[in-house]
Structure formats: C-alpha cells, structure tokens
C-alpha cells in the first residue's frame, strides 16, 4: 500500500504561482505513475496532469497547458505540480494519485489506485 499526502494549497491572487507537492510513503514511490486531479465544488472530479515513473511521459488537461507542469523527484519520494498565471477557475481541492501502471501518463482515473486527501487552491480577484 502507497500513502499520499498533498501539501503547498493555499490563497492567491489571479496570476500568481503555487507549487504544490506529494509525499508517498509505503510501497516504493517509483514504481508507480503519478497523477494530479482536482474537483470544484459542485462538479466532478477532473484530470489535471500525470507523468510516468521515470518522468520520461507527461499530460496535461488542455485548460492547465502551457501554465502547469507536473515533475517529481524520486530520490524523496515526492511529485510536484508547479502552477503558474492561475485562475479563478482553478479554485479547486487538488488531489494526488498514483497509477497501476508505471508507464502510464494520462487522465484516465480508472489508472490511479491509491489517492490523497487534498489540499485545497483558492484563487480570487
């Protein structure tokens, strides 16, 4: 069993930045595909960004491409969604995921097994 834990969620203005990080623990934290989702109150849960075991494959949603990038560091255990120019729109609680498949690097949320408990993103105007 994978534990997750999300960090770095908080308030910020439209345009500003937030890194948002995961911590695993348990099984070992690269032989899994990791993944960011998100939810908005009221509507369902959606993807955000995944990327491979060995960060050689990344997706992203079409509405974070080009502000986000998603990486991790393996060596701590630890992935990472860096978001830049945010938006009211990306108001959300951000959940991370880790996937059955380590090679696997998309949004399909049937890949993801194990997931956190969220930190929350609050972006206003």
């Known amino acids: 069993q994978v534990q997750l834990v999300e960090s770095g969620g908080g308030l910020v203005q439209t345009g500003g930045s937030l890194r948002l990080s995961c911590a695993a623990s348990g099984r070992t934290f690269s032989s899994y595909a990791m993944g960011w989702f998100r939810q908005a109150p009221g509507k369902e849960r959606e993807f955000v960004a995944a990327?491979?075991?060995?960060?050689?494959?990344?997706g992203y949603a079409d509405s974070v491409k080009g502000r986000f990038s998603i990486s991790r560091d393996n060596t701590k255990n630890t992935v990472y969604l860096q978001m830049n120019s945010l938006k009211p729109e990306d108001t959300a609680v951000y959940y991370c995921?880790?996937?059955?498949?380590?090679?696997?690097?998309?949004?399909?949320?049937?890949?993801?097994?194990?997931w956190g408990q969220g930190t929350q993103v609050t972006v206003s105007s």
């Open positions: 995921a880790a996937g059955r498949n380590p090679y696997y690097a998309g949004g399909d949320f049937r890949q993801y097994g194990y």
């Open positions: 990327i491979s075991w060995s960060s050689r494959d990344t």
